[in-house]
């Protein structure tokens, strides 16, 4: 974060403008509908009498001094000349006050972010002053989701604040009142314009309120890439408590988060369990019997090689309330990311999606299915046993010339796309020097990657 907002009550605050120009009105404009005391100097002229704003403060048509500035809390500098403007926010410094000297960042200690104003809801944009008209772009997109009602809401929300805490005294059940007074009936009725009646319909479910059991939602966090989560993916992420999550999921993920939920890692390699299955799910039903909203985030699709099936199978056995958010397996967002058709009506008619580790005493995979023609080889987990794998298909009948890619970090900035022939699949894998996740790509259609065609342009698109 480069920028910290920070949100400064108006109520009996004073706000000093200095200046006669159009960014001078647009401050006065800003503020015309707070509760702050404003002052307007202009010291350089006022406008024409047709941008002069209307309901605002008489102008003062002169330099303020110290004595004009002192008790203010915001003091904002719009004039031509720049030293007079350095000047004049050094003596507002001296007053005390925070100052913006407008079009001059360097000069000022901050910097006036693009407000969508909602009342009691005030949203703010900034990038630091490096792309002002970024910010407005962004403020006019959000603008145009956000209800007009957010304010009064808010209000009602304000005023109701004191006498939900004593009535209902439990935290957990306070944050669940509130979530369905914003995101229910109460809340489309002040949207309607029927304050009363949502006023009723908050103390009716204050009145109902008690805690909830917990729940766990087994969400797939896709390959990595946070634009490949899916919409209900992110919403039970930001509703979540509590989110205990895989090696695979990436930060930029976990980003999407609500900030205050827990983050508990139980990451798993390849012959280091940090934390065994049985304990995750142990972890999993004592969270939600606690009344924590739990979220098992796995890279991935939980219900592909993702151990998914058993932890359902868990929560059903324990008696917790379970439900499965799937995500954008590997396999597909890494075929899509290096542009490898999984079919295709001229060499693949079918693809499986197959794993290298299989369970220790399990059965052995049907390498003369797998090595069939027409047919594309998703391979999971399969670097460890690449040239194994590659013997097994050859000696099946597949023949050695068949086209082969890896993909690592699919769908990722530092993706990395290497292709071959099937015969020298283990030698790829060992020269490659892997680091990330990566998957294994067997039949004609690994032709068609990225070696070929710059799928990555997509992003500038």
């Known amino acids: 974060m480069r ?8 109520d ?5 403008v200095i200046g006669g120009g159009e960014a001078a009105l647009a401050k006065l404009r800003l503020f015309a509908d707070s509760p702050a005391e404003v002052l307007w100097f202009a010291p350089e002229g006022l406008p ?7 309901g605002g403060p008489v102008p003062i048509e002169r330099t303020p001094d110290q004595g004009d500035l002192s008790g203010s809390r915001l003091v904002f500098i719009a004039l031509d000349d720049e030293t007079e403007a350095a000047r004049l926010a050094g003596v507002a410094r001296a007053a005390g006050a925070q100052v913006n000297v407008v079009d001059r960042p360097a000069l000022g200690d901050f910097q006036t972010p693009a407000l969508i104003d909602r009342d009691q809801i005030v949203v703010a944009i900034a990038t630091g002053g490096a792309a002002p008209i970024l910010a407005r772009d962004l403020r006019s997109r959000i ?37 369905r007074a914003f995101r229910g009936s109460a809340a489309d009725l002040v949207g309607a314009g029927k304050v009363a009646e949502a006023r009723r319909e908050m103390l009716r479910l204050m009145n109902v309120a008690a805690p909830e059991q917990g729940v766990v939602h087994i969400v797939g966090a896709g390959p990595g890439d946070p634009e490949l989560l899916t919409l209900k993916a992110l919403r039970v992420l930001q509703d979540a408590d509590v989110i205990i999550h895989d090696r695979l999921v990436p930060e930029a993920v976990l980003a ?10 139980v990451g798993k390699t390849r012959g280091d369990h940090s934390v065994p299955q049985d304990q995750i799910e142990a972890l999993m039903i004592d969270e939600a019997r606690a009344g924590q909203r739990v979220v098992r985030l796995k890279g991935g699709d939980p219900f592909v090689f993702g151990r998914g099936g058993e932890e359902l199978e868990a929560m059903r056995a324990a008696g917790v ?3 499965v958010v799937p995500g954008v397996t590997a396999a597909l967002a890494c075929a899509a990311s290096a542009g490898i ?10 693809v499986t999606f197959v794993t290298a580790q299989e369970k220790p005493g399990g059965v052995a995979p049907d390498w003369q299915r797998l090595a069939g023609p027409n047919q594309t080889l998703a391979i999971y987990m399969g670097t460890g046993r690449a040239g194994d794998t590659a013997a097994s298909l050859i000696a099946a009948g597949r023949a050695g010339a068949t086209p082969v890619a890896i993909v690592e970090n699919g769908s990722r900035p530092d993706e990395r796309v290497m292709t071959g022939t099937l015969d020298d699949l283990g030698g790829m894998v060992a020269r490659a020097n892997l680091t990330g996740p990566a998957l294994l790509f ?20």
């Open 12 to 16: 009996h605050a004073r706000v000093v």
């Open 321 to 323: 309330p379970v439900f």
């Open 442 to 461: 067997v039949g004609e259609c690994a032709a068609f990657s990225a070696a070929q065609l710059d799928v990555r342009a997509e992003a500038a698109a």
């Open 3 to 10: 920028v910290f907002l920070a949100s400064i009550p108006l």
């Open 48 to 54: 024409a009498a047709t941008s002069m704003p209307r």
């Open 341 to 350: 058709p999984l079919t295709h009506r001229d060499h693949a008619q079918s």
């Open 143 to 179: 603008e145009a989701i956000l209800p007009a009602a957010l304010g009064p809401l808010a209000r009602l929300a304000g005023e109701l604040r004191d006498t939900v805490k004593a009535t209902v005294p439990d935290f957990l059940a306070r944050r669940r009142f509130w979530e």
């Open 256 to 265: 999407r988060a609500r900030r205050d939920a827990r983050r508990l890692y």
